[in-house]
């Protein structure tokens, strides 16, 4: 299971990103997928979530309204756009999936929100 972040950067507050995570290694079609961050002295922190079909998605309330979760099965990516970035968004971002009962990570991509 190979999981690779991008599309970290350093913006302006207000502005907005858009992080991709390449899967594979894993029936990525059949897999739930999260979006997870981790700030500088904190915990890790789940951001979002979408089902296998992307019918479902769910977002924590500090990010609800202003990021969106997406996925395309055809191109084995999950996509997370940020809008309306704050300072606090700053953090390190990863993917994650559960498969066969492990839970997997990518390297993470950064996110930094400064003027």
């Known amino acids: 299971v190979q999981l690779v972040e991008s599309g970290g950067g350093l913006v302006q507050p207000g502005g907005s990103l858009r992080l991709s995570c390449a899967a594979s290694?894993?029936?990525?079609?059949?897999?739930?997928m999260r979006w997870y961050r981790q700030a500088p002295g904190k915990e890790r922190e789940l951001v979002a979530y979408?089902?296998?079909?992307?019918?479902?998605?769910n977002y924590a309330d500090s990010v609800k309204g202003r990021f969106t979760i997406s996925r395309d099965n055809a191109e084995n990516t999950v996509y997370l756009q940020m809008t309306t970035l704050k300072p606090d968004d700053t953090a390190a971002y990863y993917c994650?999936?559960?498969?066969?009962?492990?839970?997997?990570w990518g390297r993470g991509t950064q996110v930094t929100v400064s003027s």
């Open positions: 994650q999936v559960v498969f066969s009962g492990t839970m997997y």
């Open positions: 979408i089902n296998s079909s992307g019918g479902i998605t």
């Open positions: 290694g894993f029936t990525f079609r059949s897999a739930s």
